[in-house]
């Protein structure tokens, strides 16, 4: 809602403030008085491309400030925090502009780009005029303002569908390129898990191969000389000749009288420890005994297994977790038919809900668009276009998340004859009529966006021109209406308002703003009856049109 216009140097207007307030604003004053100065201050504000010319004469910088407020969940809030600019309960945008034309721009004392300004204006205001009827005649927005008038986002059901008929589709498409990929995969896959289960490969044992090869290996170099020494040391050996030399020595023993007892004592100990030795030679001996092809047998199956490894650029140790993982995704191709079926019925269900949801939506859009045209038809006649017929037509479009509806506001002006599109059909006053009939019927249904009407009653008067009033008063209920105009039936309705004025003052001319009590609101409005001339008869007719 528009709050308040603060004005400072542009065009005429050397200052002016003007607090708005929730209801119908109206502006009046007589032609070249300056209102339509009022609403390119306004647009200037809300980024609408400057000139040089805005600033006045002489007085350096010109200055706009516009005041609105939001409420929360407002969607410029949604904006102002993409923007990096701070949301408060008052939205303040102010621009300044130089003699040459440059500007600069403000939301809420941050500097900003006029292109925020214009997305935030797209949330604020709506201006609709003789030439400005673009949600109108746009049939791009159509489809939304039928849903809006349908209430309670009719096509809420039907995004949700759509959007889980897109995650069904993503789904089945990355599975299929999994499959192809697969696919390509499969011959490799199933020769390389027969590969890895012929040679069934056991955690541990490439290590274990490695050590018996080490071990045989040395085995073989060293098992002649162990076996030399256990000859050298057996009966042809050093066993023999201690054994003879103890025979001789204890016959001996006799006759040497003890001489030789400690000696034979030693050769004793020396049988025992040579025994020792013999035993251990023996099974050293035994240990190191191995079939040759028992060897060649431990180095085929480590070579087998390191290179296997190699083929696969992993560990030998890594080889039983790749051939359960190979296994494994080979497996899981087989399992890929049934999984593309599952996602295939998934997208089949998600498209039979999508298109429930989008007839259902349909048959909706073609209700309200019944109940929209009725209440158009009653709208029309007061506003002066009793022949014209207003038609919402729902035609079959392209599918999408808001249903697969093409929706058009189409008119006719003369009995007859064919509805067409109404910026085709419809003159200026009729199309801003139109507009006018159409916000009426879908007041309450919309945003609580500020709608402006600059001068849609022009050309027409009397029952016409007060129909226009009741009509805008009617939008203005609940909201907020500014309504720039020259008819005192329009003006009758006003909740405010204001005269727009050209004074002179020092050989300069100026316009300015007042805001009118009651008393001087009966004089605009007999002047806008009778002209500059007021008479009691004016200001009784002025009474009699306020008091409705």
């Known amino acids: 809602m528009l709050r308040g216009l603060t004005i400072r140097d542009i065009l005429l207007i050397e200052q002016a403030e003007i607090a708005f307030a929730p209801g119908l604003n109206v502006l009046t004053g007589e032609t070249g008085a300056g209102k339509s100065i009022l609403l390119d201050a306004l647009g200037f504000a809300l980024g609408a491309r400057g000139r040089g010319q805005l600033a006045r004469p002489g007085a350096g910088r010109g200055e706009v400030t516009a005041v609105f407020e939001l409420r929360p969940g407002h969607p410029a809030r949604a904006i102002l925090e993409e923007a990096g600019l701070p949301a408060e309960e008052e939205l303040v945008l102010r621009r300044l502009i130089d003699p040459d034309g440059r500007s600069r721009a403000f939301v809420n004392d941050r500097r900003a780009g006029v292109?925020?300004?214009?997305?935030?204006?797209?949330?604020?205001?709506?201006?609709?005029?003789?030439?400005?009827?673009?949600?109108l005649t746009d049939p791009r927005g159509h489809r939304a303002l039928l849903d809006a008038y349908a209430g309670d986002d009719p096509a809420a059901p039907v995004r949700a569908a759509w959007a889980g008929l897109a995650a069904a589709r993503r789904r089945l498409e990355r599975r299929r390129e999994e499959a192809a990929a697969a696919a390509r995969d499969a011959d490799f896959l199933a020769h390389a898990v027969e590969e890895l289960r012929r040679l069934d490969p056991q955690p541990g044992e490439e290590a274990e191969l490695d050590a018996r090869r080490r071990r045989m290996q040395a085995a073989q170099r060293i098992r002649e000389d162990v076996a030399r020494a256990a000859e050298a040391l057996g009966p042809r050996g050093a066993e023999g000749q201690i054994t003879d030399a103890a025979r001789w020595l204890d016959g001996a023993a006799a006759q040497a009288g003890g001489a030789l007892d400690a000696a034979l004592a030693a050769l004793d100990r020396c049988l025992e420890a040579l025994g020792e030795a013999q035993s251990g030679i023996e099974a050293a001996l035994e240990a190191m005994a191995f079939d040759p092809a028992t060897l060649e047998q431990v180095e085929e199956r480590l070579f087998a297994i390191r290179a296997m490894a190699r083929k696969h650029r992993v560990l030998p140790g890594e080889l039983p977790a790749l051939a359960g993982e190979l296994a494994a995704r080979l497996a899981a191709i087989e399992d890929l038919e049934a999984d593309l079926a599952a996602l295939e019925a998934q997208v089949a269900r998600a498209e039979a809900a999508w298109e429930a949801a989008a007839d259902a939506l349909s048959a909706t859009r073609r209700a309200a668009a019944a109940r929209l045209d009725a209440a158009m038809a009653a709208e029309l006649p007061p506003l002066r276009l009793e022949r014209a017929r207003f038609v919402t037509l729902v035609e079959p479009g392209s599918p999408g998340p808001e249903g697969r509806d093409s929706v058009t506001f189409a008119v006719a002006t003369n009995p007859g004859a064919s509805p067409g599109p109404i910026d085709e059909i419809a003159s200026g006053g009729e199309r801003a009529r139109f507009l006018l009939a159409l916000k009426v019927c879908l007041a309450g249904r919309g945003s609580d966006i500020a709608m402006?009407?600059?001068?849609?009653?022009?050309?027409?008067?009397?029952?016409?021109?007060?129909?226009?009033?009741?009509?805008?008063?009617?939008?203005?209920?609940?909201?907020?209406?500014?309504?720039?105009?020259?008819?005192?039936q329009v003006a009758a309705r006003a909740d405010h308002h204001w005269r727009i004025e050209k004074v002179v003052a020092g050989g300069a001319t100026h316009t300015r703003v007042l805001r009118?009590?009651?008393?001087?609101?009966?004089?605009?409005?007999?002047?806008?009856?009778?002209?500059?001339?007021?008479?009691?008869?004016?200001?009784?007719?002025?009474?009699?049109?306020?008091?409705?």
């Open 115 to 135: 292109e925020t300004l214009a997305r935030l204006a797209a949330t604020l205001v709506e201006v609709h005029g003789q030439q400005d009827e673009r949600g």
């Open 452 to 488: 402006i009407f600059d001068e849609i009653d022009r050309g027409v008067g009397g029952a016409t021109a007060d129909a226009i009033g009741r009509r805008l008063a009617a939008l203005a209920r609940g909201g907020q209406v500014l309504a720039v105009t020259h008819s005192p």
């Open 516 to 548: 009118l009590d009651p008393a001087q609101r009966i004089d605009e409005i007999a002047r806008m009856l009778a002209g500059e001339r007021l008479t009691e008869e004016a200001r009784a007719a002025a009474r009699r049109l306020i008091a409705g």
